[in-house]
């Protein structure tokens, strides 16, 4: 999940000095804010800070992160015209910078503590480029897809050809695990998701595995859909915590990992309270190898750090890793 950002005032220093991205655009600066959190949170892993839409810029889209609006596209990808004027290069030429910065964090990162890159999913990257922006119901997303299938395929095919280079490029610089953030994956019914998207997953997923690399897919809502993201053939299932950790894992079968899943904003609550719902986690999964403890989601602005700090050692002491 994020893990850096702006509930550290490590983070907010910089931010209050450099735009988004500038500091992806800068190797020193990303690499620093990746390391941030690994200084003062008992975490297993470190991850490559950049955002799912970066790459989408060499393709030719123009992006912005508007103050309090989120992402904003300025030129949408309406029809298949749009689609076919996108460019794939290759990583070297068109992420640089992220590329740079994973090599830099390699390099400072203790041995026992892997680095992993990331690139976000098909149905999640085709909204914001299909919509200029974030959404709530992906009108214009699933008109597209179902109106125009040729574009829609066109498109994904263009996408999945950018991430899985993206990810090479990440894994040859130096990550060792790789996170698919498809986070709105759940918007759509099982039927469609299985049509629409899990056929290209599956490139993409089985490209970086020829690496030996291993896949986390991620989603928010995805209950309907564990069992086709497991179908991915991805390594490990990211959770929210809208399921029953034991119940989704169930679905997801017993040859995959788990990653997951305390609702965010758990974290704002009184220490007990926490301490109790992690504990019941701990217990729904049994101990069980291949459970990877996470947050359900991106960790919020404003939530203490003193509670994540508690939440990582309080895993540690009553998990098995001790
Ligand atoms: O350290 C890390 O956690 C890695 C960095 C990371 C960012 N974005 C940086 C970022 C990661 C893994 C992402 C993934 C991402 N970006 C996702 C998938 C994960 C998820 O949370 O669902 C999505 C959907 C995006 C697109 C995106 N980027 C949105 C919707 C926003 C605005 C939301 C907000 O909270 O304002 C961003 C901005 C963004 N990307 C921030 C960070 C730390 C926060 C904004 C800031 O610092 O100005």
Redesign the pocket.
């Known amino acids: 999940?994020?893990?850096?950002?702006?509930y550290m005032a490590e983070?907010r220093a910089i931010?209050q000095k450099h735009?988004?991205l500038e500091i992806c655009a800068q190797p020193e600066l990303a690499a620093q804010?990746?390391l941030q959190?690994i200084e003062r949170i008992d975490v297993d892993a470190a991850?490559?800070?950049?955002?799912?839409?970066l790459p989408l810029v060499p393709m030719g889209i123009d992006l912005e992160?508007a103050v309090g609006e989120?992402?904003v596209i300025h030129n949408p990808i309406r029809a298949l015209a749009d689609v076919e004027r996108l460019r794939v290069l290759d990583p070297e030429e068109a992420v640089p910078a992220t590329l740079q910065a994973i090599r830099i964090v390699s390099q400072e990162l203790p041995e026992d503590v892997p680095l992993i890159g990331?690139a976000?999913g098909l149905f999640?990257v085709a909204s914001?480029m299909i919509e200029g922006g974030?959404s709530r119901n992906y009108v214009r997303t699933k008109q597209l897809m179902y109106g125009e299938p040729e574009t829609w395929s066109l498109l994904m095919e263009r996408l999945t050809d950018m991430t899985s280079r993206y990810l090479h490029g990440q894994v040859r610089a130096g990550a060792r695990a790789i996170?698919i953030?498809d986070?709105?994956a759940g918007a759509l019914s099982p039927r469609d998701y299985r049509a629409y998207v899990l056929p290209h997953l599956r490139h993409i997923v089985a490209s970086v595995q020829d690496l030996g690399v291993p896949v986390i897919v991620?989603g928010?809502s995805t209950f309907g859909i564990l069992d086709l993201l497991a179908s991915s053939g991805a390594d490990v299932v990211g959770v929210d915590w809208r399921v029953d950790i034991d119940q989704g894992w169930a679905r997801i079968g017993n040859d995959h990992a788990v990653q997951g899943n305390l609702d965010p904003v758990l974290l704002f609550a009184p220490r007990d309270e926490i301490e109790r719902q992690v504990r019941a986690i701990l217990n729904q999964v049994a101990n069980r190898d291949g459970h990877i403890f996470n947050l359900g989601?991106?960790?919020?602005?404003h939530t203490p750090v003193e509670n994540v700090q508690f939440v990582a050692e309080l895993v540690h002491r009553i998990s098995e890793r001790g």
């Open positions: 999940m994020r893990q850096a950002g702006r983070y931010r735009s988004l804010v990746t959190p991850i490559i800070f950049a955002d799912i839409l992160f989120g992402p990331f976000g999640t914001y974030s996170q953030f986070s709105w991620f928010t989601h991106g960790i919020l602005p």
